[in-house]
């Protein structure tokens, strides 16, 4: 598996990771409705080249297909975290995680923070995240229940 930045031609691999990820991973902790909302029919509903581009977005590769991406901010947030649904729980999360937390002490960052669903508060956690707050929010029509978690940057992973 190869860790690598996003290159602008990822982008409908990763528009359809997000569907199939969110609809049958997260499934198992949102509503029919809920994951519908949050990951809309079309795959382009956010132009996902262009925000990708605009941050440190780290993509998994194997045998050329993208099993996985995330995206660091320079402020040190962590937004879109998706591991491909037939790819789940083998430590693709893990690496992809790894190259994000490196880019942060590389930028200096003091922590890593993020708003986990409740299917990745678990991952979160293992990562030595700590939740700061519950919360509930709003994404077209639907509201959902997702956790502020950080992680403050002062000891190096293992
Ligand atoms: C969260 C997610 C990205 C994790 O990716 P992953 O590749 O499955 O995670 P890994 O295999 O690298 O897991 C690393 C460790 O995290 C923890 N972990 C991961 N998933 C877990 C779960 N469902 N329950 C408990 N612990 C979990 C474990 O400690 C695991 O280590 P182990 O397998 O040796 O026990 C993935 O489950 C996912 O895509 N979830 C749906 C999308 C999502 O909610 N993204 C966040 C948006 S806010």
Not at 77 to 89: A, E, G, K, L, S
Request: proline letters at 2%; one cysteine or more.
């Amino acid at each position: 598996m190869l860790i690598r930045l996003f290159r602008s031609e990822d982008t409908a691999q990763i528009a359809q990771l997000f569907q199939d990820t969110v609809r049958q991973v997260n499934i198992r902790d949102y509503s029919k409705e809920q994951v519908t909302a949050w990951s809309p029919d079309n795959i382009y509903f956010r132009d996902w080249s262009k925000i990708c581009s605009s941050r440190f977005t780290y993509v998994a590769e194997q045998n050329g297909k993208i099993i996985g991406f995330g995206e660091l901010e320079a402020s040190g947030h962590i937004d879109c975290f998706y591991v491909h649904y037939q790819y789940q729980r083998q430590g693709v999360g893990r690496k992809i995680y790894r190259a994000i937390e490196n880019k942060a002490w590389e930028l200096n960052l003091i922590s890593l923070f993020t708003e986990a669903s409740i299917t990745a508060k678990p991952f979160f956690a293992s990562r030595g995240f700590v939740v700061k707050e519950q919360q509930k929010v709003s994404c077209r029509g639907q509201t959902f229940t997702n956790y502020a978690m950080e992680k403050l940057l002062t000891t190096e992973l293992p």
